[in-house]
C-alpha cells in the first residue's frame, strides 16, 4: 500500500495516519530506506504494508474526519527560536511570561 506526503509531515504523522501507531514509523522507515528523522517533500509517496498496521480503530478514525497530521515544524516556527528551545531564552526578550 501507499500514502502520499502531504505538507510538513514527519514519518511519525504519516505511522499514526496510515498504521494507527506512530511505532509503525520504524516498520515505514525500513521499508522504504529512509531515516525516522528524513525531512519528508510534500507529494512522496511512501509505501507500508498490512501487517504495519497496528490500530485498525484509529486509521477509521482518521479516515472518516479526514484528519492529515502535520507537525513538522515550519520555517517561521524554526525562525522563532532559532538557537533552540527554553535552554536558549531570556525571560522578559524571547520568553515572554504573561
Known amino acids: ?40 517533500r510534500p507529494g512522496d509517496e511512501l509505501e507500508y504494508a498490512q501487517e504495519d498496521i497496528m490500530d485498525k480503530q484509529v486509521v477509521a478514525y482518521y479516515k472518516a474526519r479526514n484528519i492529515v497530521p502535520a507537525t513538522e515544524i515550519s520555517e517561521a516556527e524554526n525562525a522563532a527560536a532559532p538557537s533552540g528551545g527554553i535552554g536558549y531564552m531570556a525571560i522578559g526578550i524571547d520568553f515572554i511570561v504573561s
Open 1 to 40: 500500500m501507499r500514502i502520499t506526503v502531504h505538507s510538513r509531515q514527519s514519518l511519525l504523522d504519516i505511522a499514526l495516519m496510515a498504521c494507527g501507531s506512530v511505532e509503525a514509523a520504524f516498520a515505514i522507515s525500513v521499508r522504504n530506506g529512509i531515516p525516522i528523522t528524513e525531512v519528508l
